[in-house]
């Protein structure tokens, strides 16, 4: 099994700054992608930033610019900073990551879910 421990998250005003962060651990061979989504109250969960093996990373229309992703393969930990942030930022993030574990199965395991509130 494979768990996510997430930590970072809280209330902020708009326009300014937080970061989380994301550590695997368990029964893990190798990770294909780190990623984060969110999802806001009445919403699906719609992904934020993901950084797949190699360096690429996808970013959502609505962050680009603001957040970055970036992920320490050693550690096996994802971070997310959060720039710049708005209102509409505000739901709960979860942690995503996909790989294969030593029985060469692979695996797409979720975070717990971090609330994230953007309010003056």
């Known amino acids: 099994q494979v768990q996510l421990e997430e930590s970072g998250g809280g209330l902020v005003q708009p326009g300014g700054s937080l970061s989380l962060s994301c550590t695997a651990s368990g029964s893990i061979f190798s990770i294909n992608a780190m990623g984060w989504y969110r999802q806001a109250p009445g919403k699906e969960r719609e992904l934020v930033a993901r950084?797949?093996?190699?360096?690429?990373?996808d970013y959502a229309d609505s962050v680009k610019g603001r957040f970055t992703i970036s992920r320490d393969n050693a550690l096996k930990t994802v971070y997310l900073q959060m720039n710049s942030l708005k209102p509409e930022d505000t739901a709960v993030y979860y942690c995503?990551?996909?790989?294969?574990?030593?029985?060469?199965?692979?695996?797409?395991?979720w975070g717990q879910g971090t609330q994230i509130t953007v309010s003056s």
């Open positions: 995503n990551v996909v790989g294969y574990d030593y029985t060469y199965r692979s695996f797409d395991s």
């Open positions: 950084a797949v093996t190699y360096g690429s990373t």
